[in-house]
């Protein structure tokens, strides 16, 4: 410990933090526009400047280490007075559009304008040199751009993907895909997670509102919505409610006033991804074949496979995702009960994840000539619809989920959590490998948010070793194991975002660790409350089989419901050309 004087007051402060982190520690904020905790300490914005007693010049808190006896002023004249020339000075190169922007109401530079006192910009603004990258899910415009990096530092650091970085200077700096290139043709993953932490509204997700708006007025199409899992414990928070606030009976009737003929549960659909990737674990451990199984619910992370590692494509479960298997379901077995043909109907996906837009687009993924999914809504947009249809969200009534689509077991709801997907295949590979009944359903040690959590699980004998990757950049610390012959897993699931879906790059700004936390907290206790627990068991699903899919794995199972992927590598294309 060191002992320090901040403002006048004597503290005892962990040696090796920065000026930044033990103000935070003794309760003085400091503001700052890039510093993202053992993330981004990047020094850029220059908002974090302190006065040091005997340093000639201003000093950047969060690049700055404490020393013994130090004295730090966070609050003098000279130090507001460069807060707010450091703010009006981005400002001067920022696209001002506060009442359009996306981010508006939740923008940290509107924010810490606001905290440090601006009232206006004393210089003139700035040339906008590039123009905004709307090739990819993920949309860039640089005219919002602070230059802060915090985007190139969680892809980088969190995902291990790299796909983006800083290039130029002075007034033509530009952060973005590198070499020229637009997004989409860089090994981006479309996670999300860069819009997640971007301070301002310069990165976004593409927005596909419109073409709902488009379908839900036009008489020819049959418009129905499906919700993911997390959909339920984060909508809420836009509507002012608390983080963790489980709000699925409303989401029911906002989408129903919007205008949807049916709301399916994708929490359906998890249960009927178990069964099938349940069925293919067990097929694959008893002939000891291409082990891991990897699960394949997350788009992010099958394409960072394809980018990063396709000789591990073969392992990954041919099963589609969740939302690929609730597509094919809705345009052949909805569309054959109701008698609709398939191409009338017009299928929304509401989603906390940008990736999943790139899902649906995806051909491998159709079961048709044209899209089982027509377009993909994240939380923050379906939001946006109830609010611009003027619906009053927070005094809504509950609504049923509809059905044949529309139940669900607590193995379905924990799907938006880190480890739930394992979680929720081994209850029914437990009993369908076993043939007993799984009486503690609950896996404890893969309930926690650690980057990586391997257990062991006996099945019948078989000692099953399973993993749990929380990000991505957590999976390739795992792949790298296990091919280098360090670790032997059987089963492994990866999600890309932090907590899982519940912190996805399509949930509310701000997604901190505790928010996801109580998101995650909603899902479980949802699983708790279910009675029935086990995928396999959800009636609806059992009906499915029964009527229309024959078993697990048929014929049919397979059109409809497998997939298969391909070997991108656009890593090396976009070194090769530059
Ligand atoms: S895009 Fe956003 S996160 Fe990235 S450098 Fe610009 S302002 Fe920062
Ligand atoms: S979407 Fe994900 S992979 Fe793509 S740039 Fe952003 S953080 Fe990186
Ligand atoms: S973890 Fe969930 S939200 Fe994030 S990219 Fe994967 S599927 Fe989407």
């Known amino acids: 410990m060191l002992n320090v004087k901040i403002n006048g007051k004597a503290y005892r402060v962990r040696e090796g933090t920065t000026i930044l982190e033990a103000c935070r520690e003794v309760g003085i904020h400091i503001p700052t526009l890039c510093y993202l905790e053992e993330i981004s300490e990047e020094g850029s914005c220059g908002v974090c400047v302190v006065e040091v007693k005997g340093a000639k010049t201003l000093q950047r808190s969060c690049v700055t280490e404490v020393r013994e006896g130090m004295e730090i002023f966070t609050d003098t004249p000279l130090v507001r007075e460069a807060r707010k020339l450091n703010v009006e000075l981005i400002l001067a190169h920022h696209n001002i559009d506060c009442p359009v922007c996306e981010r508006n109401g939740s923008c940290e530079l509107q924010d810490i304008a606001n905290r440090v006192g601006v009232k206006d910009v004393r210089f003139e603004q700035a040339p906008f040199f590039y123009k905004e990258d709307l090739s990819a899910p993920v949309v860039r415009d640089p005219s919002k751009c602070i230059f802060c990096q915090r985007c190139v530092n969680v892809c980088d650091e969190i995902q291990s993907v790299s796909a983006l970085s800083i290039a130029h200077r002075g007034m033509r700096t530009f952060v973005g895909a590198p070499f020229g290139n637009l997004l989409v043709d860089t090994p981006c993953v479309n996670c999300g997670q860069c819009i997640m932490y971007c301070p301002t509204g310069a990165l976004t997700e593409r927005d596909d509102t419109m073409r709902v708006w488009d379908a839900l007025n036009d008489p020819d199409k049959y418009v129905v919505a499906s919700t993911a899992p997390s959909i339920r414990a984060s909508l809420g928070e836009l509507f002012g409610y608390p983080p963790g606030t489980f709000v699925r009976g409303k989401v029911a009737t906002a989408l129903k006033m919007l205008g949807f003929e049916k709301v399916f549960d994708t929490n359906f659909s998890a249960d009927l991804t178990i069964v099938e990737e349940a069925s293919e674990l067990i097929e694959r451990a008893k002939n000891n074949e291409k082990l891991p199984i990897m699960t394949s619910c997350c788009p992010a992370w099958i394409k960072f496979l394809e980018e990063y590692y396709p000789e591990f494509i073969p392992n990954v479960s041919s099963a589609k995702s969740p939302q690929g298997m609730m597509g094919a379901v809705v345009k052949s077995y909805f569309a054959e009960q109701m008698s609709i043909p398939p191409e009338k109907i017009f299928h929304v996906s509401v989603m906390p994840c940008t990736a999943k837009k790139f899902e649906a687009e995806r051909r491998e993924t159709w079961s048709h000539e044209f899209p089982d999914v027509d377009a993909v809504i994240t939380t923050r ?58 009486e503690d359903v609950e896996f404890k040690p893969l309930r926690n948010f650690e980057g990586i959590r391997v257990a062991e699980v006996m099945l019948d004998g078989v000692n099953m070793r399973v993993a749990v990757a929380n990000t991505l950049g957590k999976a390739r610390e795992l792949l790298e194991a296990i091919k280098s012959g360090e670790e032997k897993i059987h089963f492994m699931e990866v999600m890309a975002c932090p907590g899982g879906c519940i912190g996805g790059g399509g949930q509310p700004i701000p997604s901190t660790d505790e928010i996801i936390r109580k998101r995650a907290e909603a899902l479980y206790t949802d699983d708790e409350k279910s009675t029935v627990r086990k995928s396999y068991l959800n009636p609806w699903v059992r009906e499915l089989y029964k009527n229309f899919l024959g078993e697990p794995g048929s014929e049919l199972a397979h059109r409809l419901l497998h997939t298969h992927y391909e070997k991108r590598l656009l890593w090396e294309k976009v070194g090769k050309s530059n």
């Open 381 to 438: 947009e379906l939001a946006q619809m109830i609010k611009e249809a003027g619906i009053d969200f927070k005094n809504l009534p509950d609504s049923e989920y509809d059905n044949p689509l529309g139940e669900y077991s607590g193995a379905g709801t924990i799907f938006g959590v880190t480890g739930g997907v394992m979680e929720a295949a081994l209850r029914t590979a437990y009993d369908l490998f076993t043939g007993k009944k799984l």
